[in-house]
């Protein structure tokens, strides 16, 4: 009987075993944590240093020598959002880097005299030559006469004369026809409190808003703070152009609502200006036929309303090189409504008719303080008579 019971028993603990153990097989459970060892989260790991790893002090961690991986990462995330600024060339003799942009200019005005004053007998076919290539670069009738009467009383007195001293004569007559006593100098430095208020005036078409940008570029070269005025409310891209171009060197632009009053966005600027304390506010105005009686009265409006708040030191008349002498007549009108102190000459690179420099300086009587060579961003160069005339003979 004890025998069939413990027979009983057995059979039942091997079906037991049978049926319980494959299912235990099918998951593998891992064995507990040792603390401080594997790392695994365990009992007593926050509050035991791990034996396999060796210990350093405060010391010689802040003597390690920086992670490159990690630096390279840091810098990324600090320059992640801010602008790149451009930094501009440097205003100081930037009409002689330009020089090879006035090539066309070279051709008549320059070499094309200097052929004919090089010749071994100057008649009056050469004279007469000499007269239709200055009238022929724009150089005007009063300031032609005058250059070839001192030429002719000039090359007289010296008899024969070999090429380089006729390029002399003929260098010293073209610096003397541009007048290089005028004052040049750009009025952008702040008055007391207030900052310098640039007005940039033109008719369509002459690039204005494009110099407005470049003229930032200039100002910021030379070391001053700029903030721009979209005043040009009435073309739709200006206030956006103007503000790509005041981005790239960090100077902002104060603007209105697209047709708003132009007047207003000029005083806002001139406003926000003097509260930044920045040393020039430069405002660009809305191209504007010289025909056009309304227009050129709102313009004389601009400038009276920014007065309000101290003068405008400077009037800024862009004219486009290339329309000759039929830019004059832009000018006088433009001279009479709102006071030009000085003139900015565009697209020069792209004309044969240099002289119109001197004619307008002569029928205006206000210098010509910038000229544009080209399209890249700091082709605008402060004008220098000596410099000029020079770029214009060149090497002949």
Request: aromatic share 2%; hydrophobic share 40%.
């Amino acid at each position: 009987m004890l025998f069939l019971v413990l027979a009983i028993v057995l059979v039942v603990l091997l079906f037991t075993a049978v049926l319980v153990v494959p299912r235990r097989r099918g998951r593998v459970v891992p064995p507990p944590p040792r603390a401080g060892v594997d790392y695994a989260p365990g009992v007593g790991d926050d509050a035991e240093t791990p034996r396999d790893t060796p210990t350093r002090s405060v010391g010689a961690v802040v003597q390690l020598p920086p992670d490159p991986v990690s630096e390279r990462r840091a810098a990324e995330a600090t320059d992640v959002g801010a602008p790149q600024l451009d930094v501009p060339e440097p205003t100081a003799g930037r009409l002689l880097r330009l020089r090879a942009r006035l090539a066309r200019s070279q051709t008549s005005l320059g070499r094309g005299l200097l052929s004919v004053l090089s010749r071994g007998r100057l008649d009056e076919d050469a004279w007469e030559e000499v007269e239709e290539a200055l009238l022929t670069a724009d150089v005007g009738v009063g300031a032609t006469t005058e250059i070839v009467d001192r030429l002719r009383t000039r090359t007289k007195v010296l008899g024969t004369a070999s090429q380089g001293e006729l390029r002399a004569l003929l260098a010293d007559e073209l610096v003397t026809a541009l007048q290089p006593d005028m004052d040049r100098t750009l009025r952008s430095t702040p008055v007391g409190d207030r900052p310098a208020v640039v007005l940039v005036v033109g008719v369509n078409g002459t690039g204005k808003t494009t110099t407005c940008g470049k003229l930032a570029r200039v100002l910021v070269a030379d070391g001053r703070t700029v903030l721009l005025g979209a005043a040009d409310t009435f073309r739709a891209a200006a206030a956006d152009q103007l503000e790509t171009w005041g981005s790239r060197v960090g100077a902002d632009t104060v603007r209105g609502p697209e047709g708003g009053d132009p007047a207003s966005v000029a005083f806002d600027a001139v406003k926000e200006g003097t509260r930044r304390k920045v040393d020039t506010v430069l405002i660009d105005t809305a191209g504007r036929l010289h025909t056009k009686v309304g227009l050129m009265d709102e313009l004389g409006k601009v400038k009276r309303v920014v007065e309000k708040q101290g003068p405008v030191d400077e009037t800024l008349l862009v004219l486009d090189a290339t329309t000759g002498q039929n830019g004059l007549t832009q000018a006088r009108v433009f001279t009479e409504v709102v006071d030009v102190t000085g003139i900015v000459l565009t697209k020069l690179d792209g004309t044969a008719k240099g002289g119109i420099v001197i004619s307008v300086q002569r029928e205006l009587g206000v210098p010509v303080k910038l000229v544009g060579l080209g399209e890249g961003a700091d082709d605008l160069a402060p004008f220098e008579p000596e410099q000029f005339v020079d770029a214009l003979l060149g090497d002949a």
